[in-house]
């Protein structure tokens, strides 16, 4: 229970650092397409990350295979963008992080019963 505070307190602050550059790029009148670039779908999924995480914290169920599955993608997108371009050190912190995360709320919690 405490693991999944924690990462549900660290994928907020992520969520919430994420769409507030993008709304400070967007408010000084900066190009969004770059990096950080601002696509509708990848804003939703931030936002529903907000809503998760936030419910992770409190220890929902639901909210922990939400955010198992943003952290999966996050991961598949920069092993991929790795494979395409390499990665800076900021995105390769990103991707070990949503890596560990995935392992931790996939992980089975309890020994099955037969």
Do not use: N
């Amino acid at each position: 229970m405490k693991t999944q505070r924690t990462l549900g307190i660290l994928w907020l602050a992520l969520f919430i650092l994420i769409i507030s550059l993008w709304l400070w790029k967007l408010i000084r009148g900066d190009d969004v397409s770059g990096s950080l670039g601002f696509h509708p779908l990848a804003g939703l999924v931030y936002v529903f990350g907000v809503i998760a995480s936030a419910f992770l914290i409190q220890g929902a169920r639901w909210a922990r295979i939400a955010i198992g599955i943003i952290a999966l993608l996050v991961t598949v997108l920069l092993v991929w963008i790795l494979f395409k371009s390499g990665l800076r050190w900021p995105d390769s912190c990103i991707g070990v992080f949503a890596l560990v995360s995935v392992v931790l709320l996939f992980w089975p919690r309890h020994e099955p019963v037969f």
